[in-house]
């Protein structure tokens, strides 16, 4: 099945920096490449996502890229705030969208 | 419109005792999915639901866990005995179908604690 591996584990940042998360899948099938936000003891909340047709994907601070052929996908934070402090989990799913593998997450902090 | 329910937020038990999560999707969710969590890692899928058939169990542990959607609805995931390892945050997500990932949602999960 799909491996997906995200990096780095931690990240801390100053308020007003960028922020970048990395990722790398293994199947060549999966197609769908979404990002959740999770906040302590709250639910994963989708913040951005990308189908494979699509390098790249744009909302306001947040950004995503997709690298189909080296099989890796990166989240970009610009102008962090206090706010942005989360978990971040990318996720893959091959075919037809249903199941996500999730990668191991990574704790941003950012210090105002 | 309202989100996928969950309860018990919290539970404690005994190992070798058990237990039952409940999950209610969003109306209209066909597609429903039961995850763990594991503390400090990502969610793990369980056992995929559309309407009341299961699609996808491969990584349920069928000797302890077992899951049900009765009428397409509602459901409810099992743990029998449950061990130390269970130990876990148990979310449920439902979505409109395969062609719509975008409204993949989640519940606020229920924390297990097995002690």
């Known amino acids: 099945g799909e491996n997906v591996e995200q990096h780095p584990s931690t990240l801390s940042v100053q308020e007003g920096d960028s922020a970048v998360i990395k990722c790398t899948y293994s199947?060549?099938?999966?197609?769908?490449f979404p990002w959740y936000k999770q906040e302590l003891g709250k639910r994963p909340q989708l913040i951005i996502d990308i189908r494979s047709n699509v390098g790249e994907k744009k909302d306001q601070r947040i950004a995503v890229t997709l690298n189909k052929t080296a099989k890796h996908f990166s989240l970009h934070i610009t102008e962090t705030q206090p706010e942005d402090s989360a978990v971040y989990f990318c996720a893959a799913s091959p075919g037809n969208f249903n199941k996500f593998y999730f990668g191991s997450g990574t704790k941003l902090n950012v210090k105002p | 419109e309202a989100g996928v329910a969950q309860s018990p937020r919290y539970k404690i038990i005994e190992k070798r005792q058990s237990v039952a999560f409940w999950c209610n999707p969003i109306?209209?969710?066909?597609?429903l999915y039961w995850y763990q969590q594991i503390l400090g890692q990502g969610p793990k899928l369980l056992i995929q639901?559309?309407?009341?058939?299961?699609?996808?169990d491969s990584q349920l542990p069928k000797d302890r866990f077992s899951a049900e959607r009765l009428k397409g609805v509602d459901s409810t995931l099992k743990i029998q005995p449950a061990k130390l390892e269970d130990s876990a945050v148990y979310l449920c997500a439902s979505s409109l179908g395969p062609t719509e990932p975008s409204f993949y949602t989640f519940g606020s999960g229920t924390r297990l604690t097995v002690v």
């Open positions: 639901f559309q309407n009341n058939g299961v699609v996808d």
């Open positions: 109306s209209g969710h066909a597609t």
């Open positions: 199947d060549s099938a999966s197609n769908y």
